[in-house]
């Protein structure tokens, strides 16, 4: 009996991650509706809140990001790495793919833009919005809540995984007391220019904003620096067990963007629970 509840735990736990893998939606033109306003705080794209029809035709609203063509690896780090991060299991928005109107030298156009749909039912705002992170107590307010959420040390180890060395407190956004999602993924893989032959170079740490900026690495303590390594683990079987599923989604074998850039994940994902490990000074 023992054997065939852990099977069956096993089995659904799998059902659950297969199902978690989500791509970003294709919309047509026509789903764009109007433009609200622009949004002040990306410094390598376009972005403006607008009204849409979201995937299932039902009225949304959303962030709609251009990106200039010097960034022209942006547009695939936002599409891939929203679907490499659903199926690792962290929380993010709706997503798509749209040609939405941009103008450009007085000129309106439509080009590929990447939405990311206001969450629902609660979309209190990012960090920056809500506090004033130039003030020492509410600072602290942040810190406190973030460290409280159960996703925080997911996405810390997933973010290390692609490569996510920008996430600020502008792109995740607070959805209740103790849950948030995440957006913008169009630094991963080391930036938005990445080349294909640099990738194999970034098997090692980078920079975590997240553990160097916002909360002191040195002052976590036990509990928090050990479910930080934990989730560093359970991010590593994940992706190794999705690893097939991706390719698919991807069409790796069809984009040599996607073969390599899930070969450069591949190889990291190697040495993920290791980095994690010395970096949190973790005794195994």
């Known amino acids: 009996m023992v054997g065939v509840l852990s099977f069956e735990r096993y089995f659904k736990q799998g059902l659950e991650w297969l199902m978690a893998l989500k791509l970003p939606a294709i919309l047509p033109s026509s789903h764009y509706i109007r433009r ?19 995937a299932d035709n039902q009225f949304s609203r959303g962030f709609v990001k251009h990106f200039p063509d010097v960034a022209y690896r942006s547009l695939f780090n936002e599409y891939f790495g929203y679907t490499v991060m659903s199926a690792l299991g962290i929380p993010q928005p709706d997503a798509a793919m749209i040609e939405a109107p941009i103008v450009i030298d007085d000129v309106e156009q439509l080009r590929w833009a990447f939405v990311s749909f206001q969450p629902t039912p609660t979309y209190e705002g990012t960090p920056q919005e809500i506090y004033n992170l130039k003030n020492p107590n509410e600072i602290q307010q942040f810190i406190t809540r973030i460290l409280s959420c159960p996703s925080f040390s997911l996405m810390v180890a997933a973010d290390q995984l692609v490569m996510n060395g920008d996430r600020n407190a502008g ?38 904003k997240p553990l160097e900026e916002w909360v002191d690495m040195k002052s976590l303590s036990s509990t928090h620096r050990n479910a930080i390594y934990s989730a560093a683990s359970l991010i590593e079987e994940r992706f190794f067990k999705e690893i ?5 989604a991807l069409d790796a074998k069809s984009s040599q963007e996607s073969s390599d850039a899930l070969s450069a994940i591949w190889w990291r994902n190697m040495d993920i629970v290791n980095w994690f490990q010395k970096r949190l000074n973790i005794l195994v």
């Not at 949004?39 to 376009?46: D, F, I, K, P, Y």
């Not at 097939?244 to 698919?248: D, E, G, T």
């Open 36 to 54: 609200l306003h622009s949004q002040s705080g990306g410094v390598r794209a376009w972005t403006h809140l607008a009204e849409l029809n979201n």
């Open 171 to 208: 792109n995740l956004v607070f959805t209740s007391k103790k849950s948030f999602v995440v957006i913008d993924h169009s630094d991963i893989l080391g930036g938005p220019n990445w080349l294909s032959q640099n990738l194999w170079g970034k098997t090692d740490w980078i920079k975590s």
């Open 244 to 248: 097939s599923n991706l390719k698919i």
